[in-house]
């Protein structure tokens, strides 16, 4: 998709695939298909993952998989963020800092509406956690025992142009999110079966939580990895089949 | 005013069960009743007004009407991208309503007085911006706010004035001859009746809906007129001046606009919103030696 479109952001997809099939293995992606009024909602936040979150959801058939062939395209609804014109996105994205709190009304609201144990995941970047409006979300979570929503954090640890430790160093990130009154997991963000498993704990828990998804930045393509500057490039043909040709041979491993 | 407004949301709020009221700990002795009587419909985010407004698109996003209480200078100038994004883009039919217009707290200094809010608002489509000049009209506002079930914006001016007793969104007071229009809303139309009442030679156009303009109703309003003065306490640029001005372009009206109101932002102290009102000319006698009198 990336590759044909000659679009940007190659490493913030790759970082998230696996976080994007824990969340929406753990919910009925029919409902979200069919827009049912209580379905769980799922939020993301880092919005320039839209290339990633497009293909997930029709891996899960909530799009068709033809309608990928068009992403970044002229004309198509399938922009470089997520768009919510385009069936079974909840909320348009780019702007960081919004999806989080978006999250919180979807979470608030389905516990009025009295749907108490309907999830609300929102999918958030770790360069984004330098936007104070996410510590006003997860102040309000804490506050409002907010235990049907849950952050995952995509890890990967490089934001626009560096490092996210040399621009503002978050470390420790789980007990800055314990000192806010929620419960954190730290878990290989690659792994989808610990993934599903920390969502499990904080469901079955009593407070709202947040997953550390440690990720690598470009994951799968090795000459993308840990390296900031494909966040902004596009794949030429030789790359994308140096690319293509790794990733089969991982497949076939 | 506010107290208007505030009653027909909570008695509303009976008989809707979509209604969500949130607020960012402003309101003392006028919002704890939302929370009494429905607490799962009532939140008081805190010192929060970005997240007000996302957890209002959130709350859209579960059907609900939000109404989205603070102080104005808060809820929109801290707030832009999260009104833009996560309001206007999806179009939900989200209320801000902003206590305070112009030069209500003026002795609070500049950070206080709302002289540069509604007019950036504008520029989201879609979005229906009112300000209230009277009680008559506040009273069915929220009514017409919740069948429209746009974006909104309510520019609540502090007092209780009674006049004109209309609850149309244009009202023309017209004067003994067509030479001079006073148009205004808000607390400043207070002043431009007082001058008709002194000069009854002038017309004063009192609007309570900024935005959009009934183009209809305006075009005749403003078609006798030589002289057309906009009277009002936010920058003329992005004000109504500004929307009259492209009005006038746009349908080749002839008559002369133009403006009183602050240019700038004002750092001394005044107790009232008078005393800035003398300053810019926007007081009665201001108003009346500039049109002749």
């Keep these: 998709m990336l590759h044909r479109a000659r679009a940007s952001h190659l490493g913030s997809n790759m970082s998230a695939i696996e976080i994007l099939i824990a969340i929406y293995s753990s919910v009925d992606c029919g409902k979200i298909r069919d827009q049912v009024p209580d379905r769980s909602r799922i939020l993301i936040s880092k919005g320039h993952c839209a290339a990633a979150t497009y293909a997930v959801m029709a891996h899960f058939g909530i799009l068709p998989m033809s309608l990928l062939d068009t992403y970044h395209l002229d004309g198509s609804l399938l922009t470089g963020h997520v768009n919510h014109t385009v069936d079974g996105v909840e909320h348009s994205a780019g702007a960081l800092g919004h999806g989080i709190n978006v999250a919180v009304g979807c979470a608030l609201g389905l516990r009025s509406r009295g749907y108490t144990k309907r999830p609300v995941f929102a999918m958030l970047g770790d360069g984004e956690l330098q936007e104070g409006s996410i510590w006003e979300a997860m102040m309000f979570i804490a506050h409002m025992k907010l235990n049907n929503l849950i952050t995952l954090v995509d890890n990967n640890r490089i934001s626009s142009i560096t490092g996210t430790e040399q621009i503002i160093d978050m470390r420790p990130l789980t007990a800055r999110f314990e000192g806010f009154g929620l419960s954190a997991y730290e878990v290989d963000g690659h792994d989808v079966g610990t993934i599903m498993g920390a969502i499990s704990r904080i469901r079955e828990g009593d407070r709202p939580g947040v997953i550390i998804c440690n990720t690598v930045k470009g994951r799968g393509v090795p000459f993308a990895e840990w390296q900031p500057i494909w966040h902004y490039r596009s794949l030429t043909d030789e790359q994308y089949a140096e690319a293509m040709a790794h990733l089969d041979q991982v497949e076939a491993a | ?293």
């Excluded at chain 2, 078609?223 to 746009?250: K, N, Q």
Aim: proline share 6%; glycine share 10%.
């Design chain 2, 1 to 293: 005013m506010r107290g208007r407004i505030m009653d027909a949301i909570f008695e509303r709020m009976g008989v809707n069960p979509n209604i969500f009221f949130l607020n960012a700990d402003m309101g003392i002795n006028l919002v704890e009743k939302f929370g009494e009587a429905y607490p799962e419909r009532y939140a008081n985010v805190g010192i929060a007004e970005q997240n007000m407004i996302s957890i209002s698109a959130g709350l859209a996003n579960l059907g609900y009407q939000p109404f989205a209480y603070t102080i104005s200078n808060f809820i929109i100038h801290r707030c832009f991208e999260q009104i833009r994004n996560d309001i206007g883009l999806h179009h939900y039919p989200i209320t801000l309503l902003g206590t305070s217009t112009g030069y209500d707290n003026a002795p609070l200094g500049p950070t206080h007085h709302i002289v540069d809010e509604w007019g950036v608002l504008k520029s989201i489509p879609g979005i229906d911006i009112y300000c209230p000049s009277s009680v008559t009209y506040a009273t069915r506002l929220v009514d017409r706010i919740l069948e429209a079930g746009r974006p909104a914006y309510v520019r609540i001016p502090k007092g209780g004035h009674t006049e004109p007793a209309s609850d149309e969104h244009m009202v023309k007071l017209p004067g003994e001859t067509d030479d001079v229009l006073l148009v205004s809303y808000g607390n400043p139309a207070q002043v431009c009746l007082e001058a008709r009442c002194r000069d009854p030679r002038l017309s004063v156009l009192v609007v309570n809906r900024l935005h959009p303009l009934d183009e209809g109703i305006l075009a005749e309003a403003l078609t006798p007129h030589r002289r057309i003065v906009v009277v009002e306490d936010h920058f003329p640029v992005t004000g109504l001046y500004g929307s009259l001005c492209e009005f006038a372009a746009r349908h080749r009206l002839g008559g002369q606009l133009e403006s009183v109101a602050p240019i700038d932002y004002m750092f001394d102290v005044g107790l009232s919103p008078e005393y800035f009102y003398k300053k810019l000319g926007m007081d009665a006698y201001g108003l009346l030696k500039l049109t002749g009198n």
